[in-house]
């Protein structure tokens, strides 16, 4: 019969369910559970703010009848944020426990500098001018194929130390603009290779140390390297002398 009435009155129904949940809560958090205290794990400081605007947890809140759900939810929604799980302490705790994404570049385009993950993807609520050590990556398309090219990058610390910012070009290849003013290309196919290139080149000569106008590696079978004097082009063959 009880069943059978609830279904007959509809909202009705919904509104009693509703009001008794609140009744119970009322009387847990007279017993003392109630929201003290939310511990954020695995949350840096620049992130711990959006994270708990995003929890909504406000004092005193009665703790078992939270969403935790929803909560969850809200809080994945948060840019920083991978993976999240909430977790209740009784009788007074909530933890928040996160996964963040990395941050792997700082992204320059149409005047904006935006903060990317280690996917490609922005990051909203990150100041890029907070992320100096970041690499930076410039142009269209720029951040969705930055996960493919700064790992070799970093494995490479000679370049990287040198490295200014990586240029998209027509969002087909790369130019690496290098801290005094010089110039690498890479070809739109085979930047791998083209970098094991220049491995060998600076193997051989040292050029990085000394410097140069620019190296076009857009040719897979040539190297060209113009000497920052201004001098003609030199041509050396990849793996050659």
Known sequence: ??????????????????????????????????????????ASALAMPDILQAAGVYKDQPLLGMDLEAMRKRVEQVGWVKQA??????????????????????????????????????????????????????????NEHAPEILPAIAQRPRLKDRLEALVRVDDRRWDLRMKDGSLVQLPAVGEQEALMQLDQLD???????????????????????????????????????
């Open 203 to 241: 193997q051989r000569t040292r050029i990085l140390e000394l410097g140069f106008e620019r190296i076009d590696l857009r040719d897979p079978d040539m190297v060209a390297v113009r000497p920052r004097d201004g001098a003609l082009p030199g041509q050396l063959v990849a793996g050659g002398a």
């Open 1 to 42: 019969m009880a069943l059978i009435a609830t279904l007959a009155t509809g909202h009705r129904g919904e509104r009693a369910g509703a009001d008794i949940s609140a009744r119970i809560d009322k009387m847990f958090a007279s017993l003392g559970f109630r929201a003290r205290a939310v511990h954020v794990e695995g």
């Open 85 to 142: 799980r909430i977790v209740r302490l009784l009788p007074d705790t909530l933890v928040v426990a996160v996964v963040e994404h990395n941050q792997l570049a700082v992204w320059q385009h149409s005047g904006k500098s935006l903060v990317v993950d280690d996917h490609g993807r922005v990051i909203p609520e990150a100041d890029a001018g907070r992320f100096p050590g970041l690499p930076l990556v410039v142009g269209e398309g720029a």
